[in-house]
């Protein structure tokens, strides 16, 4: 089973600053890997998938790279409403199995 | 618009079994894969299980013993059963839309239906 691992657990940020945020999975993942934001009572929602394709309606501030083991999503300058959990996820090929990341919080 | 929305009981109890339904609006039943989230309390995500139209199904390993998962295209539903529940089964269940290619990623998410285990 592909682990996924996400660093910071809690980044501590204000509004207009970048954030970096990073997934390390636990044997290559190729650049299949997707991100995610949640807010509070909210269901997550799809950022980037395949590494570094945003999703519809995603702003360009959001934007993924990374291949292999190593990933990151960086949002460039913080809004408000960014503050939230992101979780990166994968899929093992076979049997097809999805595991997410522990999550990293973004506050203020 | 795609619109995902889960329905079932908010109480379970112990030893009895889960049952959820996802009805799913807009878009094709059938080019899709169909899965279940769950979040528990102050925790990440954990992915349950998958149905696609043709049979296909994939289960999460820790709970594949206990899980079904099933889609009716008639209904546009797809359904969950989880038997035995314990309290570690409590946590806010979302159905998804999966899209897959050489990856997956789940495009579209139910709002999430909390589901308490208790006596």
């Known amino acids: 089973e592909i682990v996924l691992t996400q660093s910071p657990a809690t980044l501590s940020l204000s509004p207009g600053e970048r954030a970096t945020l990073s997934c390390r999975a636990s044997q290559s993942v190729s650049s299949y890997l997707a991100w995610y934001q949640q807010k509070p009572g909210q269901a997550p929602r799809l950022l980037i998938y395949?590494?570094?394709n945003r999703a519809t309606g995603i702003p360009a501030r959001f934007s993924g790279r990374g291949s292999g083991t190593d990933f990151t999503l960086t949002i460039s300058s913080l809004e408000p409403e960014d503050f939230a959990v992101y979780y990166c996820?994968?899929?093992?090929?076979?049997?097809?199995?999805?595991?997410f990341g522990p999550g990293t919080k973004v506050d203020i | 618009q795609v619109q995902l929305k889960e329905s079932g009981p908010g109480l379970v109890k112990p030893s009895e079994t889960l049952s959820l339904t996802c009805s799913v609006s807009g878009g094709s039943i059938t080019t899709y894969y169909w899965n279940w989230i769950r979040q528990s309390p102050g925790k990440g995500l954990e992915w349950i299980a998958f149905t696609h139209y043709t049979g296909s199904t994939n289960y999460n390993p820790s709970l594949k013993s206990r899980v079904t998962v099933s889609l009716d295209t008639s209904k546009r539903q797809f359904s969950l059963t989880l038997s035995s529940v314990t309290a570690a089964d409590t946590a806010v269940y979302y159905c998804?839309?999966?899209?897959?290619?050489?990856?997956?990623?789940?495009?579209?998410w139910g709002q999430g239906i909390p589901v308490t285990v208790s006596s």
């Open positions: 996820q994968q899929r093992s090929n076979w049997p097809p199995i999805f595991t």
């Open positions: 998804a839309r999966e899209e897959r290619f050489s990856s997956s990623w789940f495009d579209y």
């Open positions: 395949d590494a570094s």
